[in-house]
């Protein structure tokens, strides 16, 4: 029959959850040629899809559940509750999962999964599922796509200033590692890479957009940098997001020896470290003031430059806090960015 192979390719899929063209080269016995002639016939009759790029692209059954295949106008039994499960995870992965490989390769969705799930020794599809139900549990933190911290920095300092802190996803996940925000943040600083810096920024300019709006903002502060580097993350953060607001100034002091935040263990120290070396300009007055850094760790920075503001008088409104990252556990310290 005519449509052999493709029954045969069909259930190869069904049976694996995925399959690349290599292993359908050696499960059929057929030419390269041959089977990607199968492949673009079921994916123009959008019976499967393809996801990744050469040279790791993988083929998934396209399949509404309770609906049967129909193959060069036969129908083909298959189980599709299995199907849709395998296609809503392979969704999610793809929105949601992104790896830099130690040569510094960008992997993204399925690819990076499937190449970080190999590196692992652990089984696809079965981690597939595991890494879904974390993402789930995660999300339960999110309200309309933001993480709500304000409880957290309340509980971890004697007196908040902030009246809000909101940070835009968590760092890293139990097991799974960074999250594709974190990886992005992590290798934009440590790399000064302007490609990822600026995907970045796209990445969130809706979710701070909303704040903005939602918050009635007329005043923006970037968190200045410690070390220094010849292409600064926040600058550029704060060059792309263009963000039509006044700005509030703020600066670092140069001292003897540059202290990053990062290199503080101690509470006390990470708010020594803001109190003395943060310093707020003056010159104009604000409603309502949103402070951007690009990670909390103990929140000790945001908090410090708060307090400034609050003690100089120039906000006579809301102080809201926002970090790119976050950690899940209280105020962790986040030592890599």
């Known amino acids: 029959m005519k449509n052999d192979t493709s029954k045969k390719i069909l259930a190869f899929i069904e049976k694996n959850g995925q399959a690349t063209p290599k292993e359908l080269v050696d499960y059929l016995g057929i030419t390269k040629q041959a089977v990607f002639r199968q492949l673009s016939k079921l994916i123009e009759n959008q019976v499967i899809f393809k996801s990744g790029k ?31 499960l395998e296609r809503n995870t392979t969704q999610e992965i793809e929105n949601n999962y992104l790896i830099i490989t130690p040569s510094g390769e960008k992997k993204e969705g399925l690819v990076g999964f499937t190449y970080w799930c190999e590196k692992n020794n652990l089984p696809l599809k079965k981690t597939a599922r595991e890494y879904i139900q974390t993402l789930d549990k995660y999300a339960k933190f999110k309200k309309n796509n933001l993480i709500d911290g304000t409880q957290k920095i309340k509980n971890t300092f004697s007196k908040s200033y902030l009246d809000h802190l909101f940070y835009l996803d968590f760092y890293s996940l139990e097991r799974f590692g960074k999250t594709k925000l974190g990886q992005l943040l992590l290798y934009a600083k440590q790399s000064q890479d302007k490609k990822l810096i600026q995907e970045l920024s796209t990445t969130i300019v809706p979710q701070i957009n909303s704040i903005v709006l939602l918050n009635e903002i ?24 263009q963000l039509n607001l006044k700005r509030v100034s703020i600066s670092k002091i140069k001292t003897d020896v540059s202290v990053p935040q990062k290199t503080l263990n101690k509470l006390e120290d990470r708010i020594e470290n803001a109190d003395k070396t943060i310093i707020v300009g003056k010159g104009q007055t604000f409603k309502n003031i949103l402070l951007i850094d690009d990670a909390v760790g103990s929140g000790a920075t945001l908090n410090q430059t708060a307090k400034k503001i609050r003690t100089m008088n120039i906000c006579s409104g809301k102080i809201i806090g926002l970090a790119i990252t976050g950690s899940f556990k209280g105020f962790d310290v986040i030592s890599e960015v």
């Not at 998934?60 to 189980?79: A, H, Q, R, V, Y």
């Not at 007329?218 to 997001?241: A, Y």
């Open 54 to 84: 050469p040279p790791r692209v993988f083929y998934f059954i396209n399949i509404k559940k309770d609906t049967p295949l129909i193959i060069d106008g036969m129908s083909c039994e298959t189980s599709a509750e299995n199907i849709t």
């Open 218 to 241: 007329d005043g923006v502060g970037f968190i200045p940098p410690t070390v220094k580097r010849e292409i600064q993350f926040m600058k550029e953060l704060e060059r792309i997001l």
